[in-house]
Nanobody, 114 residues
C-alpha cells in the first residue's frame, strides 16, 4: 500500500505563489509517475501536472509557464511550485501516484483571492 500526504495549500492573493508538496510512503518501490490534479467547485477533477521517474513532465495548458513540477532524489516526494496565481486556480489539489494501482492523497485546499 502507498500513502500520499499533501501539504502546502492555503490562502493566497492573486499574483502570489505557493509550493505544494506530496510525500509518498509505504510500498513506494514501484511508483513511476506521480502528479497533481485539482478539482474546483462544481467542476471535474483535472490534471495539473505530472512527472515520471525519468523527469519527463506534462502540464495543463492553464498552468504552463507559471507552474513547475519537480521531485526529490528518492523519487518519493513531488512538488508543485505555482506562481502568478489566479482565482481560477482555486480548488482542492490532489496528489496521485501509480504503479500497478492508482493511489490518491486526501487533497490540500488552495484558495486564491482576487
Amino acid at each position: 500500500q502507498v500513502q500520499l500526504v499533501e501539504s502546502g495549500g492555503g490562502l493566497v492573493q492573486a499574483g502570489g505563489s505557493l509550493r505544494l508538496s506530496c510525500a509518498a510512503s509505504g510500498s513506494i518501490f514501484s511508483i513511476n509517475t506521480m502528479g497533481w490534479y485539482r478539482q474546483a467547485p462544481g467542476k471535474q477533477r483535472e490534471l495539473v501536472a505530472d512527472i515520471t521517474k525519468g523527469g519527463n513532465t506534462n502540464y495543463a495548458d492553464s498552468v504552463k509557464g507559471r507552474s513547475t513540477i519537480s521531485r526529490d532524489n528518492a523519487r518519493n516526494t513531488i512538488y508543485l511550485q505555482m506562481n502568478s496565481l489566479k482565482s481560477e486556480d482555486t480548488g482542492v489539489y490532489y496528489c496521485r501516484a501509480r504503479d500497478t494501482r492508482l493511489y490518491w492523497g486526501q487533497g490540500t485546499q488552495v484558495t486564491v483571492s482576487s
